[in-house]
Structure formats: C-alpha cells, structure tokens
C-alpha cells in the first residue's frame, strides 16, 4: 500500500505537466540548454540558491533550513537520439531525439521534491538537487565530479533514482554493493590484403577473421571468467567492404563489455587483446584494440542503502520492496559520485516492460503514476537523513 506524503497529491499535476512539457522537448548530451534554463527557473521560483555551468548544462539547487547534515539528490536530464514512434500529445517536438529512458520523469519528480520541501522545509540542514546532463554515454557525472561538484558543495551522502519496467508500479528495488555494470567500449580493427572474392588466395580474409574473433570473445566469460563473476562482451558493429566481389583488406568491430568488479575488467582487457591478436596473426592479418573504459560499477553502500530500504518501506510498504534483487549488466554514471560519497541508488517500478515501456524503445513513455511515488520518496529520505526543524 502507497503512502504518499500529505500534500503530494496536489503538486502532482504540476508534476506531470512538467514532465510532458520536457519530454516534448528532448535534448541530448551536453545540450540540454533549454532543459537547463527550464530547471533553473523553477529551482529560482521555489526561492532555491541555484548554481549553474558545472558540466556545461547542469544545474544545482541548493535549499538551506539552518545547521544540520548535507545531503545530495541527484536526476539525470538527458534524452537519448531516437527517433519517437508515439502518437502521445506531448511527443518529441525535436526529430531524432527522444526521452526514452524516463529522465523527463526523473527530473521532474526531483523538482517536485524540491519545491514540496522549499515549502514545508521540515528538517535541518541542507540539500543539494542535483541535475545532472549527459547520462547517456558521454559520462556527464563523471564531468560535474572532476569539475569539482563535492568541492563546490561538499556533502556528506548522494541518493539516485531510476523509474524500472518490469518492476510493478508502487515497488522499490535495492541493493547494497553492485547494482548496476561497469560499462567498457572497443574497437577493433582488422588490416589484411584485399583482393578479389573469386580469389581469395591471393588476400587475407578480414570478414572471416573478425567471424572468428566474434565466436572467440564469447569464450572468455565461459572459460576464464570465475563462474561466479559476471561478464558479458557484445560485438554489436562490424563494418567491412562496400561491393559484392571484393574481399576487403580492413575490417572494423565495436561493442561494449559489462563487468561488475575491476580484476574481471582487467582480465576481460587483456583477454580480448591477446585473443584477438593471435587470431589475425594464424591469418596473416593485423589486429589492432582500442579499449576504453567508460564508467565503472554503480556500487551502494551499506549503512545508505539501509537508510534507502527504511524510507522505501514507509513509502510503499515492506511486502514491496525488493531487497538484494539481482544487478543488472546496464550501466550509470551516477558510479562517478558514487566513488566520492556514500550514497544508494534504486530501481522505482515503472509497471509492464511490454507494449513500449522498455527503456531505450521509440515507444517508451515513463508511466505518471509513479510520479507521486518518487516525488514522497525523496521527501521522506530528506525528512529520514536529517533532524526535524525546530
């Protein structure tokens, strides 16, 4: 059973017509100026302290109630470049870009929270709102913390949240440690001799070599990863040639691998590198791996995840809250403040992953029932982390 926080349900609508109001207007890494300037203004409007410029386009609020703890809540705001397949009213306005992950609706929830706890600011202490730009690949977490986030605002704890499908609405899913992969790209390119395709024995094959290369990484998580680490390599590019008789002397493959912990990232590194390698070489072909780690596990500490799971049950109840629920090989970028402060980041159900609410799908649309739920589950973690007001 839902319990949302008293006066919530009033400030929903205003919620919800934020979150169509953004997601009509998607803007994607490092971008998102009008989202920025719509952010900031109601962040100024609820009387926040509002600071701007900390990875291009993020955007900071910080609300003060006297002395006490300080605290960080973070929302992504970054839409991803698909193309939306939706008949809704307030579909994408902005061709090839769509909020397709739900991060209209995370921003919008945090601005809710913001604006309920300006007005009824029962706690001491302070809170920073962070909104953060470029979750999406371009790793804009790890930008606000190197641009100096917790020197500019130097809190002690930093809490995450992401809307899950698959997940029914009015449940919370946490865990401590790993919840979410490290995320790693590749490229790998193949350099050969080109020649005819009637003629194969005058070249070196590069589409059958990187063929072989594809079947070959995927040994290395059944046979030299610990059966009980996690692994995953995805070759999910591979481009060579261009015309139907001719053997192309280069070929490019890229994909990403998702790790949980650092000695399986190194080992997967140098494993994909060695096999590679070997392979092009019992050909007559030259290999050449570009690795690069992208963003490290999402890993929630202990004592703040407990901290999370009390507030998720008087949010939603005990029967709804998953706890320890398995990780999932996706990856954040909220791992970045994650490395600097303790904090707990969480799944909040989204309802059926079919009919388009997958993440990532033309069709997504982030459900307006949670909104009410997120929107008391920030307010009550606020009210949980620091003392009441006097």
């Not at 899913?173 to 790993?178: C, D, V, Y």
């Not at 049950?313 to 970028?333: I, K, N, Q, Y």
């Amino acid at each position: 059973m839902v319990e949302t926080v008293a006066g919530i349900d009033g400030l929903t609508a205003d919620v919800t017509a934020w979150r169509h109001d953004l997601h009509a207007h998607p803007e994607t890494a490092f971008e998102e100026v009008r989202t920025s300037d719509f952010v900031a203004e109601k962040l100024t409007s609820f009387g926040l302290e509002v600071h701007r410029g900390l990875a291009k386009t993020g955007v900071v609020g910080i609300l003060r109630n006297g002395e006490g703890p300080s605290v960080a809540f973070r929302a992504d705001m970054d839409a991803l470049h698909i193309q939306e397949e939706t008949n809704l009213p307030y579909r994408s306005r902005n061709p090839g870009r769509m909020h397709a992950c739900g991060h209209d609706g995370h921003t919008a929830m945090l601005l809710g929270a913001a604006r309920h706890l300006s007005e009824k600011p029962n706690f001491q202490g302070s809170i920073a709102f962070v909104f953060q730009p470029a979750e999406e690949n371009d790793g804009g977490g790890r930008v606000m913390v190197e641009e100096g986030l917790f020197d500019r605002f130097p809190v002690e704890r930093i809490f995450g949240m992401h809307n899950w499908p698959g997940l029914d609405v009015g449940r919370i899913a946490l865990r401590p440690g790993p919840i979410m992969a490290a995320y790693d790209v590749f490229e790998l390119t193949l350099t050969g001799r080109g020649t005819h395709a009637a003629m194969p024995n005058l070249g070196t094959d590069t589409i059958l070599v990187g063929s072989q290369i594809v079947a070959a990484f995927q040994t290395i998580p059944a046979r030299n990863v610990h059966p009980v680490d996690a692994a995953v390599v995805s070759v999910t590019q591979f481009h060579a040639g261009d015309t139907w008789n001719v053997l192309p002397a280069t070929a490019v493959l890229r994909g990403t691998v998702r790790t949980f912990r650092g000695e399986v990232q190194d080992l997967m590194e140098r494993r994909m590198g060695e096999l590679a390698t070997a392979i092009a070489k019992a050909y007559g072909v030259e290999a050449s791996l570009r690795y690069e780690r992208r963003y490290p596990a999402t890993v929630n500490s202990a004592a703040e995840t407990e901290i999370a799971r009390q507030v998720a049950v008087r949010v939603v109840g005990e029967s709804a809250v998953d706890l320890d629920p398995m990780p999932s090989m996706g990856a954040e970028d909220f791992a970045f403040m994650l490395q600097k402060r303790p904090g707990s980041y969480v799944w909040i159900g989204a309802g059926p992953s079919d009919g388009g609410r997958n993440l990532h799908s033309p069709h997504y649309d982030f459900n307006d029932a949670v909104l009410p739920i997120g929107l008391s589950y920030w307010v009550r973690l606020a009210e949980t982390l620091m003392p009441k007001a006097a």
